[in-house]
């Protein structure tokens, strides 16, 4: 099992930045693919991006893509979301998520994932 803690949630005004942070423990060795996903009230849960565990590959949703950043801190057990240039769209709560295998774009976009964090708020304001 892998457990998945996010943090850095809060509330930013639109155009500002924020960091979301998630650590993973447990059987870190079984991950080779780690996603952000998000939730606004009302909506269903959406993807939003990946990185592989060794930090070679990302992909990200049109909707973030030259905003938002996935990286992966290959010395810890942590991935980082930076999000610039935030909207008053990108309030929701964020999900960390983690899956055995690097999935292909359809797959992410599914969210079948093996393993999901408790999720963080992030509200945008005007």
């Known amino acids: 099992q892998v457990q998945l803690v996010e943090s850095g949630g809060g509330l930013v005004q639109a155009g500002g930045s924020l960091r979301l942070s998630c650590a993973a423990s447990?059987?870190?060795?079984?991950?080779?693919?780690l996603g952000w996903y998000r939730q606004a009230p009302g909506k269903e849960r959406e993807f939003v991006a990946a990185?592989?565990?060794?930090?070679?590959?990302?992909y990200y949703s049109d909707s973030v893509k030259g905003r938002f950043t996935a990286l992966r801190d290959t010395a810890k057990n942590t991935m980082d979301l930076q999000m610039n240039s935030l909207e008053l769209e990108d309030t929701a709560v964020y999900y960390c998520?983690?899956?055995?295998?690097?999935?292909?774009?359809?797959?992410?976009?599914?969210?079948?994932?093996?393993?999901w964090g408790q999720g963080t708020q992030v509200t945008v304001s005007s």
């Open positions: 998520a983690a899956d055995r295998e690097w999935k292909n774009s359809h797959s992410f976009h599914s969210g079948a994932m093996d393993f």
């Open positions: 447990g059987s870190i060795f079984s991950i080779n693919a």
């Open positions: 990185i592989s565990w060794n930090a070679v590959s990302t």
